[in-house]
């Protein structure tokens, strides 16, 4: 099963629709709670990174009987530092991200952490790529 | 700890998902940063929080909890309702400190997740 959604950059009412739905169709194919919550925490954390800090983004889910892949894509700033961006506490949120709850440096560890597998490729000034992958079983 | 005990003690209201106030919580975490709580293994939890937006709702969405406890007598809006009737979240505001309420219900016997 594929899905796919769009996500506008500084849309903070609309952020986590995605994964919500997402949410909704593991829930049906009655995959394991838990992993369905390492599914929506790594999935919620990369959508809002989009809305903070992309001017647009896509999400792609590929759903399989082993597992799911999920492809953000976005167009944005790009990330000059990955290295640094994976510190825990390390951040470059603006006010009004920090104001919606986020910004706490904790987004892209904490999907390292929730995934089986996670890659990210960035071009600064131009956008950034993140895949990530975890298995049902 | 029964909600609707804990509701008392905070001199709280139930705003939402009142059906649910029989419902037994064991422990809480109180934070603004929702990707700190995005960090948390558990479900059995009441979050307390002075973030009054849609994204609380929805960081209790991801998470798989169902109870928060919103402070300093926030407003809860419409999105944040509409998303946590959907959910079946339970919300109980407070004119209360996020500071005070964690001390009352630690008092009373609530525990910290860490």
Redesign the interface.
Known sequence: MKLEYKVEGGDFTAAGFASSQIKKILKQLNIDPSVIKRVVIALYEAEVNIVAHAYRGVIKAHIESGGITLTLEDEGPGIPDVEMAMTPGFSTATKAVREMGFGAGMGLPNISENADSFNIETIVGKGTTLTIGIKFK | MNLGDLCNLVGGTAVCGTARLGDSVEYAFAS?????V??IKS?DFILITG?A????I??L????ASYMLLCRGKEVTP?MLELAEENGIVIITSPYSLFRCAGILYSAGLKPLY
């Open positions: 603004d940063l929702m990707s700190d995005l960090t479900t973030l937006n849609i994204q609380s929805r960081t969405e991801m998470s798989d999105e």
